[in-house]
Structures are given as structure tokens and as C-alpha cells.
């Protein structure tokens, strides 16, 4: 039993003004603010459930405050000549801060109650307290230039500076340019009168942006106090100071067309990009030579992705009582970690701690992708057994045989190897409308093909040893199906154990799981009540209609959701299942009215 409250207090808004200083110049000023405060307590009493025993109650309070602003200023000149050429001049200057701190404790004794919470009721042998601060600020100027001539060309150039205090005096700084250029091929002359194509477009762009998602000060050496073999504490080095880090960018390169024929019943938009991560930001990552730097932030290594993604709108049916339209999304993309810290150096995924490594990626392979043993069945007999490379010392029938990849005829970390990648053959949506005099119709459906998931959460359900489960939790019901000698020797499922001395539950190909997926991700009808039927009241609109949201979805995948993206955005955990909560299917039945 726990009494826990929570009260938050937020207070934040915009303000903004508009001042027309000359005939076309416009200077605009914004000031945006966000104030948190925060109290959270909880009280839990002294139990005794079995043979777990609690004699004290136990009291913690927190107290916590966060305050961000940003000051905005622009200057915007908008100038026409002659109708055709068309230029926007826009500089401008940005401000943002954000500061936080908390302060926490904890006591406990026989005499506090939960009326009677107060910290200093309780022992002050038994103190604990916690605080913490933090700040972070950037500074940024933007200019930008737009101009296009007789609405068929179009050029775009911008140039944005940022200063952000994650970074020290040396690399403070980041510049970030932008140039984009369009033709508008259908409004020339020579596809005036152009009896199929009535829209064309080129259009091409390349910008960076930048990147400073680290933690804060890194650029210092950073001291934390740790517990003394001789007692009390002793400081050790938490972060190794590098003022050289800098901003990551993110340059890209897209190329696309549209195009509309047979008077937009067929419109198409493809772009084909290619992006450049570089100098992105990562821990040095430790070897033999270097044993002491594994909280050094530096710059190393490059991404690159490449990928296309097209749209394509159809007008499939059009009448005055019946209109029914299409739109799919087809989207495809690669990418590939080109340069990192040098041989022997990987981008790891890890979770739980950092205790499990799931991704491992090295230069000229794809970022993210599951790393681990192989699995080759099971042993089924003592033959197999005696025949098979040496395991474990206490690998027994009905464990699960892995691999020798290597041929030493050893299972050991030599034999691990790529068993899967999050990363799709393509994804798709398809959404389609339809409309029947007075009723309408949409339903969108959007899906994945090809792409894996590493069930991390089949670690807990599926297996009754250390390190993921025990002998009290609750497990799936594969386990009733687990290999037992001269019972069920017909399965997949590796004996139950205790200890698993072989390791059945290591890191390996046995999580492994398609996650493609088709959804119907909402379908809404909806009826437009009659013109004739609201002349005599207040409304000049009104439509009835009933909205499903996730209705079903169609997959192999044995866990709760297979859409599981990036794990706390992190691209190297892409496609990892911890047990995320599912989505849930809402039903929504309502009426929008106009006056």
C-alpha cells in the first residue's frame, strides 16, 4: 500500500505584436513563457505480507519548479514588381532559456501516519534528501530570401545560426545554410494548352539543420560523488571534459516532381532524398587502449540515408449523387553507418540498464539492426547432443542448440551475428472517401512489410530462469508447450529450467518476430442533415457520425502492437519491444453543428 499525490501547477502563454513600419515591411515581436511547479508525496505503512516484513512507515516529499521563455523579433519586407517578380527578404532573432530544480526527501519511523506525513516526525537516522538543477539556452539569428518570377520559377536561400549552451567556447556556434529552386513546367507557354498534363513541377533542395540532444555541460569534466571503501564519499569522474564538441548536422539533398493529368483526376508526387548525418554526437566507445573514457562525448561518424517517398491521388468516380476518391502513400528508405570511430568500434543498442545489447552496428552495415546467436532447433537426444559444438558445462536435451558460425567447434561471443532489422521493405497507406448524396464514407488503412521486432518482452514470458524471469512470475502459455524428455520431445519450445545453465535466453535470433502489419487504422461515416430539414432552425449545418479509430490489425507479430518505432528515440533501438502498452480502439459517435 502506497498514498501517493501529485499536484501540478502550469501557467505558460503567447504574446505578440504586429507593427507595419514602411510599405511592405513588417517587424513582428513574440514573447512565449511556460511555468511548472510541482508536489509530489507519498506515505506507506509498515506490512507484513508472508514472510516479507516491513516495520517502519515511510514518508517522501519532492518539490519541484521549471521556467522556460523565448523572445522572438522579426523583420519581413515583401516587394512586388510588375506583377512578376515576387521577393520576401525575412531576418530575424530568437531567444530560449530553460532552467529546472528540485529538492526531495525521505524519513522513516514508527510515529509517522498518514496524517501525520511530516518529514521531521520521522527518524533522522533514517534521512535521505535529493537535489538537483539544471539550464539550458540558445541564441539563434535567421535570415532568408524568396523569389519567384511570373509564378513558373521559384528560389529559396536561408541561413540560420545557433548558439547553444550544451556546448563550449570553442564550437559554440553552428551555421546552417538552405537553398531550394522550383519550375512550374506547366505554366510555359509550350504546355499551355497541353490536353493531358495540366500540372507539372520540378523542384530541387538542399539544407542542413543542426543537432545538440546531448546532456548538458559535457564539454566540462564533471565530478560525482561516490560511496568510500574508507567511508563517507569520495568524487570520481562522471563526464571527461571535451570542449571541442560540437553541433551534429543533418544535411539533405531532395529531389521531387508533381504532376497532374486528365484535369487532376490523376495527381502524382514523388521526392527522392538522400541524408547526411555527420559529427553526430556519441559516447567514445571503449577498447583495451582506452578503458577510462566511457562517459566522453565527442563527434564521429556518419549516417547515410537514402529513400523515396511517393503520393499518389486518384479521382476515381464523380457524379452529381456518388464521388469516390483515393490517395496511397508508398514509402521506401535505406541507410548505412559510413564512417564511426574506427575499426572494431560499434553503435550499440542497449536496454534494461544497459545490461542487454540487442543492436550492434558497424561501419558499411545498417544502423540498428539485432545482433546475437543464432539458433538452430533444439537438442532432441544425447546423439545430437554429443555431436554439437561445445556450449555450456551444463547444456543438456531439450536446450536450445546454437550455431558455429565460426567452425571452432565452441559457442562462444565469436558466433554472434546480424539476426534481424526494424528497418521496412516499405510502408503504405491507403486512405479512400466515399460520398453518397448525403452520406460519406472514409477509410484509411496503413501498414509495414518486411520490417522485424525483437520481442524483448518474450525474455520474461517465455522463460522461467535468472536474469529474466523466476519460479513466481507469471509466463506465457508457450512454456505448456516446452520440450520435455518422453513426453514432448515434438517442439520448439527449449526445456524448463531453473538456472539455464545454456543460456536459452541470451540474446538471439529465437525473439526474433515478423512485424509486418496491415491496419485499418479509422473508418468514419458521417450524414449531412438536409438543407430543407434545418430551415426552420438555428443551424445552418449539421452532421451526424460515428468514428472507429484502430479497428483492427492484421499481423504475425504475437506482441501487443507491431507500429513500435524508435524506443525513447533512439534510432539504435528502433523495432524493440519492452512491452509497450497496446493502442487502443476508440469509438466515437458524435454531431457538428454550425450556426
Known amino acids: ?98 532552467r529546472y530544480e528540485y529538492l526531495s526527501g525521505f524519513r522513516s519511523g514508527q510515529f ?29 539569428y535567421i535570415s532568408r530570401f524568396n523569389y519567384g518570377f511570373s509564378d513558373k520559377y521559384s528560389f529559396s536561400a536561408s541561413l540560420r545560426a545557433d ?32 490536353k493531358y498534363i495540366n500540372y507539372l513541377k520540378l523542384r530541387a533542395g538542399y539544407g542542413a539543420v543542426g543537432n545538440q540532444n546531448i546532456p548538458a555541460n559535457r564539454y566540462q569534466t564533471i565530478l560525482s560523488l561516490i560511496a568510500s571503501p574508507f567511508g563517507g564519499t569520495s568524487p570520481t569522474i562522471d563526464n571527461l571534459g571535451n570542449p571541442d564538441i560540437k553541433w551534429e548536422s543533418l544535411k539533405s539533398l531532395n529531389l521531387g516532381i508533381e504532376v497532374g493529368i486528365f484535369n487532376d483526376a490523376v495527381k502524382l508526387d514523388v521526392d527522392y532524398y538522400i541524408k547526411t548525418s555527420s559529427n553526430f554526437l556519441t ?46 502513400i508508398f514509402s521506401k528508405y535505406n541507410n548505412e553507418l559510413t564512417r564511426f570511430q574506427g575499426v572494431g568500434k560499434s553503435l550499440l543498442g542497449k536496454v534494461q540498464f544497459d545490461l542487454y545489447t540487442i543492436s550492434r552496428t558497424t561501419e558499411g552495415q545498417p544502423v540498428g539492426q539485432f545482433y546475437g546467436y543464432v539458433t538452430d532447433g533444439l537438442y532432441k537426444n544425447a546423439a545430437e547432443l554429443a555431436a554439437g559444438p561445445i556450449q555450456e558445462t551444463g547444456t543438456a536435451v531439450g536446450d536450445i542448440r546454437f550455431k558455429d558460425l565460426n567452425q571452432d567447434g565452441k559457442i562462444d561471443s565469436k558466433d554472434q551475428a546480424p539476426i534481424g532489422s526494424a ?64 513426453v514432448n520431445e515434438n517442439t520448439n519450445e527449449p526445456r524448463i529450467t531453473f538456472t539455464d545453465p545454456n543460456g536459452n535466453g541470451r540474446i538471439s535470433d529465437r525473439f526474433v518476430e515478423d512485424g509486418s502489419y496491415l491496419r485499418i487504422q479509422n473508418i468514419s461515416l458521417g450524414y449531412d442533415l438536409p438543407v430543407k430539414v434545418l430551415a426552420s432552425s438555428f443551424f445552418t449545418k449539421a452532421k451526424v ?32 519491444d519492452l512491452g509497450r502498452y497496446p493502442v487502443p480502439r476508440t469509438t466515437s459517435i458524435g454531431v457538428n453543428l454550425e450556426f
Not at 515511510?58 to 521549471?66: F, L, M, N, V
Not at 550544451?166 to 507557354?189: C, I, L, M
Open 1 to 98: 500500500f502506497n498514498n501517493a499525490t501529485t499536484q501540478r501547477y502550469k501557467i505558460n502563454g503567447n504574446l505578440f505584436s504586429d507593427i507595419n513600419l514602411v510599405k511592405g515591411l513588417v517587424f513582428r515581436s513574440e514573447l512565449g513563457y511556460d511555468l511548472n511547479f510541482g508536489k509530489n508525496s507519498s506515505f506507506a505503512p509498515s506490512y507484513t505480507l508472508g514472510n516479507v516484513t516491513e516495520l517502519l512507515n515511510r514518508s517522501y516529499k519532492q518539490q519541484d519548479q521549471s521556467f522556460y521563455w523565448n523572445v522572438k523579433n522579426y523583420f519581413t519586407y515583401n516587394k512586388s514588381i510588375n506583377e512578376k517578380h515576387n521577393f520576401t527578404v525575412l531576418l530575424g532573432q530568437e531567444s530560449q532559456e530553460s
Open 112 to 140: 509517522l501516519t498518514s496524517n501525520f506525513n511530516n518529514l521531521d516526525i520521522g527518524d533522522i537516522d533514517t534521512a535521505l534528501n535529493g537535489n538537483g538543477s539544471g539550464r539550458w539556452s540558445m541564441s539563434s
Open 163 to 194: 548558439a547553444s549552451s550544451n556546448f563550449g567556447p570553442n564550437n559554440k556556434w553552428g551555421y546552417f545554410p538552405a537553398f531550394s529552386g522550383a519550375w512550374t513546367v506547366s505554366n510555359e507557354d509550350f504546355l499551355a494548352n497541353n
Open 283 to 328: 559516447k567514445q566507445i571503449n577498447d583495451e587502449s582506452n578503458q577510462s573514457a566511457q562517459n566522453f562525448y565527442l563527434n564521429t561518424g556518419e549516417i547515410k540515408t537514402k529513400g523515396i517517398d511517393i503520393s499518389i491521388n486518384t479521382r476515381n468516380f464523380s457524379t452529381p449523387n456518388f464521388k469516390w476518391d483515393t490517395s496511397i
Open 423 to 486: 528497418i521496412p521493405d516499405f510502408t503504405y497507406a491507403v486512405t479512400n472517401n466515399f460520398k453518397y448524396k448525403n452520406f460519406n464514407l472514409s477509410i484509411v488503412l496503413q501498414g509495414s512489410q518486411g520490417n522485424e521486432i525483437y520481442n524483448f518482452t518474450r525474455h520474461y514470458t517465455d522463460g522461467i530462469y535468472p536474469g529474466f524471469g523466476d519460479r513466481y512470475s507469471n509466463v506465457s502459455t508457450r512454456v505448456l508447450n516446452a520440450f520435455e524428455v518422453g
Open 545 to 576: 457520425y460515428v468514428n472507429v479509430q484502430n479497428l483492427h490489425t492484421f499481423t504475425k507479430y504475437s506482441g501487443f502492437d507491431p507500429a513500435l518505432g524508435n524506443l525513447d528515440q533512439n534510432v539504435t533501438l528502433s523495432g524493440i
